[in-house]
Nanobody, 120 residues
Framework: QVQLVESGGGLVQAGGSLRLSCAASRSIFSINVMGWYRQAPGKQRELVAGITSGGSTNYADSVKGRFTISRDNAENTVYLQMNSLKPEDTAVYYC??????????????WGQGTQVTVSS
C-alpha cells in the first residue's frame, strides 16, 4: 500500500503558475505509474499527467506545453508544475499511484486532493 499527501494548491490569477507536490509513504521507484488527475464541479475526474517508473510521461491535450510532471525518487515525491494557468484549470487535483501485482492486477491509491483555483 501507499499513502499520498498533496500540497501546493491555491488561488492564482490567469497566466500564473503553481507547483503541486505529492509525497508518497514508500519509495516511488517501486510504483509503476504516478499521476495527477483533476475534477471540476459537475465533471468527471480526468487524467492530467502521468509518469512511469521508467520516466515516460503523458499529458492531457488540454495541458500539453503548459504542465510538466516530474518525479524525485530520492524524496519519494512527484511534482506537477503548472504554468500559464487558465480559469478552466480550476479543479481539485488528486495524486494517483498505480501498483501492478505479480498477476497484473491494478491497484490504485489516491491522495486527499488539493484545490486549484484560477481567477480570470
Amino acid at each position: 500500500q501507499v499513502q499520498l499527501v498533496e500540497s501546493g494548491g491555491g488561488l492564482v490569477q490567469a497566466g500564473g503558475s503553481l507547483r503541486l507536490s505529492c509525497a508518497a509513504s514508500r519509495s516511488i521507484f517501486s510504483i509503476n505509474v504516478m499521476g495527477w488527475y483533476r475534477q471540476a464541479p459537475g465533471k468527471q475526474r480526468e487524467l492530467v499527467a502521468g509518469i512511469t517508473s521508467g520516466g515516460s510521461t503523458n499529458y492531457a491535450d488540454s495541458v500539453k506545453g503548459r504542465f510538466t510532471i516530474s518525479r524525485d525518487n530520492a524524496e519519494n515525491t512527484v511534482y506537477l508544475q503548472m504554468n500559464s494557468l487558465k480559469p478552466e484549470d480550476t479543479a481539485v487535483y488528486y495524486c494517483n499511484a498505480v501498483l501492478l501485482s505479480g498477476l497484473g492486477v491494478r491497484h490504485d491509491y489516491w491522495g486527499q486532493g488539493t484545490q486549484v483555483t484560477v481567477s480570470s
